[in-house]
T-cell receptor, first 112, second 107 residues
Framework: DGGITQSPKYLFRKEGQNVTLSCEQNLNHDAMYWYRQDPGQGLRLIYYSQIVNDFQKGDIAEGYSVSREKKESFPLTVTSAQKNPTAFYLC???????????FGSGTQLSVL | GIQVEQSPPDLILQEGANSTLRCNFSDSVNNLQWFHQNPWGQLINLFYIPSGTKQNGRLSATTVATERYSLLYISSSQTTDSGVYFCAVESNYKLTFGKGTLLTVNP
């Protein structure tokens, strides 16, 4: 089945720890995105990538980092610099930038 | 940046009823998308609709770009339609989401 796979579904972070959220797609899409969702809120863009080896900051990139070494993969690292990391993180992809968007099932990150 | 407002914020329906959700945006946009987020958090793309009208089963959407709004129609609602409906607009290569409409369909 084609789609976007996010793992893990739930993740816990300790103080001062970096954690990495995985996102893999087999849709052959060029563009990939990371969004953060807080309770009762819309989605806010963290980072996006139009093509392999290229990525751009979104609206709330501080405390996060990404890489795009392969077309299929766009991992997100939540660093210790992100002081309020508890949120639902959604990965998405589209054939080209800003075309029809498809989402993974999300990762809930909580702080211990 | 562009502002996206969705109304109503909450809506409760009896199964079988029809509803209209609205999305207003503050500036011209290149495209607009509607999404449904189910109670488990999964987001499904319902429509990619920069202008005009599209239909998909019991759902249809209309975007009037010149007047800066879009409408999502749900007919003969079912309990599985419950969840949050988001619209998102693209301007200058950036997609901005509204805060959503929480729809509850009771049996």
């Amino acid at each position: 089945d084609g789609g976007i796979t996010q793992s893990p579904k739930y993740l816990f972070r300790k103080e001062g720890q970096n954690v990495t959220l995985s996102c893999e797609q087999n849709l052959n899409h060029d563009a990939m995105y990371w969004y953060r969702q807080d309770p009762g809120q819309g989605l806010r863009l963290i980072y996006y990538s139009q093509i392999v080896n290229d990525f751009q900051k979104g609206d709330i990139a501080e405390g996060y980092s990404v890489s795009r070494e392969k077309k299929e993969s766009f991992p997100l690292t939540v660093t210790s610099a992100q002081k309020n990391p508890t949120a639902f993180y959604l990965c998405a992809s589209s054939p080209q930038i800003n075309e029809k968007l498809f989402f993974g099932s999300g990762t809930q990150l909580s702080v211990l | 940046g562009i502002q996206v407002e969705q109304s109503p914020p909450d809506l409760i329906l009896q199964e079988g009823a029809n509803s209209t959700l609205r999305c207003n945006f503050s500036d011209s946009v290149n495209n607009l998308q509607w999404f449904h987020q189910n109670p488990w958090g999964q987001l499904i793309n319902l429509f990619y609709i920069p202008s005009g009208t599209k239909q998909n089963g019991r759902l249809s959407a209309t975007t009037v770009a010149t007047e800066r709004y879009s409408l999502l129609y749900i007919s003969s609602s079912q309990t599985t339609d419950s969840g949050v409906y988001f619209c998102a607009v693209e301007s200058n290569y950036k997609l901005t989401f509204g805060k959503g409409t929480l729809l509850t369909v009771n049996p």
